[in-house]
């Protein structure tokens, strides 16, 4: 229930949008996304998953993976701000644009927030006694599921989302921040598998088994966030002059999410 109907709120959006504006329509791509994004987080935290994920180190890492990493990538791609920015009124697209814009959305969704959020959080929790404590009761499951969501869904959102991002950094700076999570998961699940410096008590060869998955199934989320992100880069001609007055100058641009972040939001709706 809980991904059942974020999923039927935007198909809900969808076809509003539609229905206000049918030249313009949405695109199918990001739909089948964010449904997607919806499957695998249900998928995640259904029986028999989460059954394996609760008594098996090897499930909890699986399920970390499609709730942290896949599911948010798959959400965040199918631009549900900017779907809403379209259908909501102008003044509480305003509302919504100055909420993106103000000084705790700014802090957070600054790259080294998320990655801290993102990637720092796991050595905090695999590297103390965290993990034992949180995974001892019910209720630390689903406080760990949520926190892998809303990070995953920052960092995915903040590197490469195509919704506006207040003081979104270029496309070179967002794939060094994409580069730093890259080796700190590398960094980690080698720790993991070695045994140095982590605090799971799990068997060795489920905390082996989760550090594998870490190793390769983050590196996969990865590169589709890295092609994500890349997709979206094209040069854009500059109307002005070049330097020596003759012909047109180029100039990078981060495809539409750069465009709707530097510009007032409402733009992107």
Do not use: K
């Amino acid at each position: 229930m809980i991904a059942v109907l974020p999923a039927v709120g935007y198909l809900l959006l969808v076809c509003r949008t539609r229905r206000r504006s049918p030249e313009r329509g949405w695109s199918a791509w990001r739909t089948a996304s964010f449904v997607a994004g919806c499957g695998l987080l249900a998928f995640a935290l259904v029986p028999p998953f989460a059954m394996w994920a609760h008594h098996d180190f090897r499930g909890h890492m699986a399920q970390h993976l499609l709730i942290g990493m896949y599911a948010p990538i798959a959400l965040v791609l199918g631009a549900p701000v900017t779907l809403l920015l379209r259908t909501l009124p102008a003044a509480r697209a305003r509302r919504l644009t100055a909420v993106l814009h103000s000084r705790p959305v700014r802090g957070v969704a600054h790259p080294v927030t998320a990655l801290l959020l993102n990637t720092g959080s796991l050595a905090v929790l695999y590297c103390t006694p965290v993990y034992g404590a949180v995974t001892a009761h019910p209720a630390g499951h689903w406080l760990l599921h949520v926190h892998f969501l809303a990070s995953g869904w920052l960092f995915a959102w903040v590197v490469a989302g195509p919704d506006p991002a207040p003081a979104r950094p270029g496309v070179p700076a967002r794939l060094v921040v994409l580069g730093a999570a890259i080796a700190g998961h590398a960094v980690l699940s080698q720790l993991m598998y070695g045994g140095f410096l982590i605090d799971i008590p799990a068997p060795v060869a489920e905390v082996r088994g989760g550090a594998e998955l870490m190793y390769y199934g983050g590196d996969f989320a990865e590169l589709l966030l890295a092609a994500a992100l890349v997709a979206d880069w094209r040069p854009v001609r500059d109307p002005r002059p070049g330097p020596e007055g003759s012909g047109a100058a180029f100039r990078p641009r981060a495809g539409a999410a750069g465009r709707g972040a530097r510009g007032t939001g409402t733009r992107a709706a």
